[in-house]
């Protein structure tokens, strides 16, 4: 992978503290952003490590298949004789269920979340 393009912009609306300093060819939706605080000799060096390291990056769920397990799974410790709580149902937008939806999706297809029935 190649960096598509290297800014040295703020990013509209965001910290003016930050700069884009890498994309990615493939996702340019999903920029690589550094403080402003760096010095040059600093940046430098880490943009040219970001360049030649896009590749370790997880752009999309599909690239996270090869992480362990071990560092992404956790367990909820829950005491089997506490009696369930019913909560108060939140209401979500619908753009945002939608959003959650597609991403759910994602990474059932990716093979990273599994669904379980719990009887």
């Known amino acids: 992978m190649t960096i598509m393009e290297i800014k040295w912009e703020a990013l509209p609306g965001d910290n003016k503290n930050e700069e884009i300093v890498a994309t990615n060819e493939k996702h340019p939706d999903q920029p690589i952003v550094v403080g402003k605080h760096l010095s040059p000799q600093v940046k430098n060096q880490l943009v040219q490590l ?29 005491n089997q004789y506490a009696p369930p709580v019913v909560q108060k149902r939140m209401s979500i937008s619908l753009g945002m269920s939608n959003s959650m939806t597609t991403q759910v999706r994602d990474l059932i297809q990716a093979g990273i979340l599994a669904l379980y029935l719990y009887l």
Do not use: C, K, Y
């Open 50 to 78: 970001l360049a030649n390291s896009l590749d370790i990056f997880a752009w999309t769920p599909d690239d996270m298949t090869r992480v362990p397990r071990e560092f992404v799974e956790h367990i909820l410790g829950l």
